[in-house]
């Protein structure tokens, strides 16, 4: 099954429902990082808000980094997407293995931790991008974001993400964000509200092949949603190039370089995003100082 994204409008227009099914991307970052699976949730659902929040970008060209970082064992979790959302991201501490929490599920909160900030960074081509920053709640993540939207873009947003995960992988993984418009009446958020508290949570409704679709009627409570947006397909997909470390190669002090071509007479380069290793001979070293030395 391909992942998706659709968004909804509830209750007449005046309640606006995001829905993500992100089971294969998510699956596709666990192997890639070979993360161990509460690892696995924590990342997985902020590779989920991030595509969320990046298939609501304006603009051809919007870009958002999304770094969420706490004082747990996990160290820092980053996630960037453009608007199509094609996502990467990467994990400090990819293997964290803890005892279950209270409730007998990963815990999540335990190892991101609940001390630490949750930073997004919007770059939508204009001169400065938009920065906005939030402590942490609970290093669960979904409150996190709740939390974040409330205090940086002025919003009430009620936040879900979940990834269920065993010992074959992720069996599925995704979220949703609801969010009442200015003219919703407080009887319909209430309902809205009731509806999230009995539907339970999102990655067992994936589990059950729930459509987005039924999620989306089931979490609002109004069986008459109407699709705004769908068709948008979320990938996790990294961009990097043997140019692209080059680049990087040629942003080093000359002296580091040298060191390089006498030393070692070659680069192995891995990228943080997809573990994908870039070697450079000898010889195109001396080629990116030669460059250098002209400028």
Known sequence: MQDKIIKF?????????????????????????????????????LLTITTIMASEMKGIKGKITVQLKGNGPIGMLLATANKYPKIKGYVTNPIVDLP??????LD???????????????????????IGICPLVSGEIAEDFAEYFAK??????????????????????????????PDATDEEISQVEQSIFKAGAISKMLDQNLSLVDIAKKVSGDENVKIIEENITPI??????????????????????KEMIEEDEKAELTCHFCNKKYVFSKEELEKILKEKNKT
Do not use: W
């Open 100 to 105: 279950l929490n209270d409730m007998e599920k």
């Open 236 to 257: 996790y997909e990294c961009d990097c190039s043997k140019e692209h470390m080059e680049e990087g190669l040629a942003t080093l002090d000359k002296k580091v370089l």
């Open 9 to 45: 409008l509830a209750y007449n227009e005046k309640i606006s429902i995001i829905c993500a099914d992100t089971t294969e991307l998510v699956e596709k970052a666990r192997k890639i990082h070979d993360l161990s699976p509460v690892v696995t949730a924590a990342f997985g659902r």
């Open 108 to 130: 999540v909160g335990g190892a991101v931790g609940n001390a630490g900030f949750v930073n997004v960074i919007k770059d939508i081509g204009l001169k400065e991008p938009y």
């Open 152 to 181: 940086s873009e002025q919003k009430n947003t009620a936040v879900a993400l979940g990834v269920l995960v065993d010992k074959n992988g992720v069996k599925s993984a995704g979220g949703y964000i609801i969010t009442p418009m």
